[in-house]
């Protein structure tokens, strides 16, 4: 599976990016989640999703604020972030995996990271 994160950028807290990730390769077998990383800090869970959408796990910093979801006929995974604060400032990074699980090493594809930069 391979797989390309896009959608960062600059936005102002309070406001709203979506981020995508296009997937090849049969990602619709596999669970996909989205995990980020600041400077300075490691890499953290942020949200997955089953493989057939039914279910979705968010990490509490952002549940209330972000939605994943994907679509498997166009192999893209998103995520919606709403409200964003200061502290989502992050490299996010989308990845897949067999299992629903926050830890790092459950995934066994990554993509390359995008930027997305909350300012005040």
């Known amino acids: 599976v391979q797989l390309q994160a896009s959608g960062g950028g600059l936005v102002q807290a309070g406001g709203s990016l979506r981020l995508s990730c296009a997937a090849s390769?049969?990602?619709?077998?596999?669970?996909m989640g989205w995990f980020r990383q600041a400077p300075g800090k490691e890499r953290e869970f942020v949200a997955d999703?089953?493989?057939?959408?039914?279910?979705?796990i968010y990490a509490d910093s952002v549940k209330g604020r972000f939605t994943i979801s994907r679509d498997n006929v166009k192999n893209m995974v998103y995520l919606q972030m709403d409200s964003l604060k200061l502290e989502d400032t992050a490299v996010y990074y989308c990845a897949a995996g067999p299992i629903i699980s926050a830890r790092k090493n459950a995934y066994d594809f990554w993509g390359q990271g995008t930027q997305v930069t909350v300012s005040s």
């Open positions: 999703i089953s493989s057939g959408g039914g279910v979705t």
């Open positions: 390769g049969r990602p619709s077998r596999y669970v």
